[in-house]
């Protein structure tokens, strides 16, 4: 069976979002074209506690795009993006959410951030992702979202 993932569809990550994809809002049109198409539509969406390690407000001295370690891992720093409960961290409503099966979130560790809608960045931690599409029988995947630098990117390689 083909699945679709539809990865991180929240308004941050949209214009006047605080991590805002330029022209990212045209996705939502494009994905609700895609939803129909398939048996299995399954999403993730970034969803950080309010003092995520990743978030350069959280680092004294330090700003937006800064590299540091955290916990062995190199992590860039990002603005405050996705909190838990928050209006960015929510799919945007014009998404046809209720062809969505199940929502993955990640990025849930304080201190590992995690790009990819299969595991955390260090690979230790699962979202649950992998095991849900082998009890459908899911064999072949699409992945669309934001962004393809970081998220959309490792989903895809993780999903190999």
Not at 10 to 23: C, R
Not at 63 to 72: K, P, S, T
Not at 85 to 97: C, F, K, R, S, V
């Amino acid at each position: 069976m083909k699945a679709l993932i539809l990865v991180d569809l929240q308004y941050d990550f949209l214009p006047g979002g605080t991590l805002a994809v330029p022209e990212g809002d045209q996705i939502i049109s494009v994905a609700n074209e895609w939803i129909p198409r398939f048996e299995l539509v399954v999403a993730t969406q970034d969803w950080h506690p309010a003092n995520h390690q990743s978030f350069a407000s959280q680092h004294a001295e330090k700003q937006v795009g800064d590299v540091i370690e955290l916990r062995g891992l190199e992590q860039v720093l990002w603005p405050d993006h996705c909190v838990q409960g928050t209006p960015g961290a929510e799919l945007h409503a014009d998404l046809h959410a209720d062809r969505i099966t199940r929502v993955f979130h990640k990025g849930t560790d304080t201190f590992i951030d995690s790009y990819s809608g299969f595991f955390n960045n260090c690979h230790q931690h699962s979202t649950g992702l992998a095991e849900y599409l082998k009890t459908h029988a899911v064999d072949e995947v699409v992945i669309m979202g934001l962004a393809t630098d970081y998220c959309v990117k490792y989903t895809a390689l993780d999903a190999i």
